[in-house]
């Protein structure tokens, strides 16, 4: 596993968005361009406290001076995005990565369908963005406790009022967003493109069951259940040290590399960000994480150490 590139930037702008959302504005120092991104991209932030981190970028991809993040405060935050609504301020020096996208937009799609919930409306804005500048169709269904915790409402409404459609909890007497009657107009080579709560998504998984898996996307927050009953030990295998160690169910391969000082970079822990992404060179890998595609996974050339493990008794990783 190579060292990721890091980018050394600076915060120009802190600014209130919504209640608990914060919008850090990120620039080269010395003003230069930055690396381009992608609409559904992100940045690894490398906190001061140590942590890592990742945040969507929302700002149009067409901008090369700067890189702008939404950060929602966390009710449980482990130290993340609590120290970063505390701590930040202009002038702020922050490591980060370049933008990657786990997330990708399909532009050659006939008409999208973005359905975002709370602070998941951050990839999908700069999705928007791009839909606008290539003049592709596409409505967004974005669904928030209340009108005070949605982030860009006023960016959207002027945006394109008849749209965007949104649902707030507190204004409709307990009624959930429907997802299907959402999706009902889209046609058959409409992308739909979820970020959001758990619940949210489970809903659009529902709702979407008989479309294309190519066709639909999403970006989760938190990671569903696995059963783990049936997981049996295997034995990992380092190429470049020689190295091999015994994995044993209920641990991952990054807890037992941890255990034995094998330092791998991590964030999530639970294969939501890609950070322990890690290339597979012998054995067959058992995939628990929501970001490589079902044609990725069947390539079975990467995996995701902090939640996928092995079906065979030996799993080779090039570290």
Same mark, same amino acid.
């Given at each position: ?152 409402? @006023?960016? *959207?409404? #002027?945006?394109?009022?008849?749209? &965007?459609?949104?649902?707030?909890? $507190?204004?409709?007497?307990?009624? +959930? ?92 822990? @639970?294969? *939501?960000? #890609?950070?322990?992404?890690?290339? &597979?060179?012998?054995?067959?890998? $058992?995939?628990?994480?929501?970001? +490589? ?27």
């Amino acid at each position: 596993m190579q060292a990721a590139a890091r980018l050394e930037l600076v915060v120009t702008d802190v600014r209130s968005e919504a209640r608990d959302v914060i919008v850090l504005e990120l620039r080269d120092p010395g003003r230069g361009a930055l690396p381009r991104f992608t609409p559904g991209a992100h940045l690894e932030l490398y906190l001061p406290n140590g942590l890592i981190r990742h945040y969507s970028l929302c700002n149009d991809a067409a901008e090369t001076d700067r890189y702008c993040l939404g950060v929602s405060l966390a009710r449980d935050s482990r130290g993340g995005s609590r120290f970063m609504h505390q701590n930040l301020r202009v002038g702020t020096k922050l490591s980060t990565s370049v933008p990657r996208n786990n997330f990708p937009l399909e532009l050659a799609a006939e008409e999208f369908v973005f359905i975002a919930g709370g602070i998941g409306i951050t990839p999908i804005l700069s999705m928007i963005r791009s839909s606008v500048a290539a003049n592709r169709p596409w409505r967004l269904f974005y669904c928030a406790r209340n009108r005070q915790r949605a982030a860009f409402y @006023e960016d *959207l409404s #002027a945006l394109a009022p008849d749209r &965007v459609y949104f649902h707030f909890d $507190d204004e409709q007497q307990g009624r +959930l967003f429907d997802a299907a009657s959402a999706l009902r107009l889209a046609g058959d080579g409409a992308h739909i493109y979820t970020c959001g709560p758990a619940p949210l998504m489970k809903a659009v998984e529902s709702a979407t069951m008989d479309r294309p898996a190519d066709r639909v996307h999403f970006e989760w927050f938190s990671a569903a259940a696995t059963d783990t009953r049936a997981d049996t030990a295997f034995t990992v295998v380092l190429r470049n040290s020689g190295a091999r160690f015994e994995v044993p169910p209920g641990r991952s391969i990054l807890e037992v590399l941890e255990d034995h000082g094998a330092g791998v970079p991590y964030s999530c822990r @639970e294969g *939501l960000c #890609a950070t322990c992404r890690t290339t &597979v060179l012998a054995g067959e890998v $058992d995939h628990r994480d929501t970001v +490589l595609t079902v044609a990725e996974k069947a390539g079975n050339r990467e995996m995701m150490i902090c939640v996928s493990r092995a079906k065979s008794e030996v799993l080779e990783l090039d570290l």
